[in-house]
């Protein structure tokens, strides 16, 4: 019997001290601290001293009740010769012990909300309003003023790249365009390279271009891996300036590539087709060098007293610099640059040995009459490496990729830009005629109406203007000494032309 009220005692006041204790952690994790030695101050944490005295005075209670529980104790020893009196307080104490955990329990969770509950309305008078904490936090280069720039500029040297709250992402290279956005007083400049924005200090910018030239004038033998190589370096050089994408593959699965130069959504478009004749590639040469010259000038550079930056945010050029790089490759190193083995067999057999006079794709198909409009006419009946149309119109990716990038960029003019001769050939007069005669100085000869499935063909009947322009003094393929009367002749001749639609 001893035992079980002792128990019963101890348990009480356990309970009840763990039931202080946890609600001093509860406040005390509530305010963020975890030395309630900190708050000494009664005005700061006042409830801390009426916590303390009353688990104190607790305590004392608890002991009181012990040592009465000893007297009683004695008290019951003496009568335990009664068997009666016994039982019945042997029943009331397992009463009691069946009862007093429950009520126990009952008393404590009735109270313990109250004292949850008086806490919580002192952390609500010492907390501060947190209400702030769910509004974004602006970016720490807005709070300074900044000046708007719209220039594009080149880095003096390498250096680190920062976020809009100056944090390190980066080292960024020099030689590269980026456009100045905006200028801002802490000595700071917003930079955007494509879709990127970084930020950098404004003393390492620099409007006059740095970036090493490498579409070099002097390669005897432009191919298509150069071509490509070029294609990339100024995609990453010039990226918000130049674009680049991927129309179509050719039967022995190289790319026909896509070039945009200026804004990619100005309202007009000149299309630019090159090098559909295998053997013509010195015009991609030659293409692919005015390209490279108009991206590095592009931010300060001017043409009749306007600037670069405006003629082409205007009007932008889409360019096809080689629409035949199977043909190409055949015309510069025969049957062995092609891959595909029947190709590869078909063109020994139809070409026979003379492959640098070579025309047509790698499927003997004379690409410039694919077209659907007067298509077989005064076609060969066979493969060729010349003026075979193939078996129906825009049976190759090639013509398609042409004719699907025109009837998609929707262009006010064309140029379509051969060898040889020096002449201009066109079916009516415009603007674009004129400015194309300016500057290359050619004979103009007007086409009659007969059509032969060429993309020019194609271009009169969606009723674009066009002109068709052969470069070059003697059949192609030419002579690299031609690569530099061609190229100064039409170094200006695309800006000229995108000023037309200048309003």
């Avoid at 001290?17 to 001093?24: G, T």
């Avoid at 790249?161 to 000595?187: M, P, T, W």
């Avoid at 993309?455 to 009723?463: H, V």
């Amino acid at each position: 019997m001893n035992e079980i009220q002792r128990e019963i005692i101890i348990c009480k006041i356990h309970k009840k001290a763990m039931s202080y204790i946890l609600s001093s952690v509860l406040l005390l994790s509530s305010l963020n601290c975890t030395d309630i030695s900190a708050y000494d101050n009664k005005d700061i944490y006042p409830s801390k001293l009426k916590m303390q005295a009353k688990y104190q005075s607790e305590l004392q209670g608890e002991s009181k009740t012990e040592s009465q529980l000893q007297t009683e104790v004695q008290t019951e020893s003496q009568l335990q010769t009664q068997p009666q009196p016994e039982t019945e307080t042997q029943t009331q104490l397992q009463t009691e012990t069946q009862t007093q955990p429950q009520s126990q329990a009952l008393t404590e969770t009735q109270t313990q909300p109250d004292s949850q509950s008086e806490m919580n309305s002192e952390y609500q008078q010492t907390e501060p309003d947190t209400s702030s904490e769910n509004t974004v936090e602006l970016p720490l280069m807005n709070r300074f003023k900044s000046k708007k720039v719209k220039k594009y500029a080149y880095l003096k040297k390498a250096i680190m790249s920062y976020d809009a709250n100056l944090k390190r992402i980066k080292k960024i290279k020099k030689g590269i365009q980026y456009y100045h956005v905006k200028k801002y007083k802490n000595g700071y400049s917003m930079i955007k390279r494509g879709n990127e924005v970084l930020y950098a200090k404004t003393k390492y910018l620099t409007y006059k271009s740095n970036t090493k030239t490498f579409v070099d004038k002097n390669d005897r033998l432009y191919t298509y891996s150069d071509m490509v190589s070029d294609i990339q370096k100024l995609k990453k050089i010039y990226p918000n300036i130049f674009h680049s994408e991927i129309v179509g593959k050719t039967p022995d699965k190289r790319n026909i590539y896509s070039i945009t130069l200026g804004n990619p959504n100005a309202n007009n478009t000149i299309f630019v087709e090159c090098s559909i004749h295998a053997r013509e590639y010195t015009n991609t040469h030659v293409l692919m060098k005015i390209i490279e010259e108009t991206c590095s000038n592009y931010g300060t550079g001017k043409y009749k007293g306007k600037k670069l930056s405006d003629i082409y945010n205007q009007t932008k050029l889409v360019i096809l610099p080689m629409v035949n790089p199977d043909g190409v490759s055949i015309s510069q190193f025969g049957p062995k640059s092609i891959r595909n083995k029947k190709l590869r067999n078909r063109i020994v057999k139809v070409g026979k040995g003379r492959y640098s006079h070579w025309k047509a794709n790698a499927r003997c198909v004379d690409l410039n009459r694919n077209f659907v409009q007067g298509f077989g006419h005064e076609s060969a009946k066979h493969p060729s490496s010349e003026e075979y149309a193939g078996k129906k119109p825009l049976s190759e990716p090639e013509a398609i990729a042409e004719h699907d990038t025109i009837k998609s960029c929707k262009p006010k003019s064309i140029i379509f830009v051969h060898e040889a001769g020096q002449v201009i050939y066109y079916r009516r007069k415009s603007k674009l005629l004129n400015v194309v005669r300016t500057h290359t100085h050619y004979k103009l000869e007007k086409e009659d109406n007969v059509k032969f499935g060429s993309a020019a063909d194609y271009a009169d009947k969606l009723g674009i203007t066009n002109c068709t322009i052969e470069n070059g003094t003697v059949p192609a393929p030419l002579s690299h000494w031609q690569f530099y009367g061609i190229y100064f002749r039409s170094r200006n001749l695309f800006t000229d032309a995108a000023m037309i639609y200048m309003k």
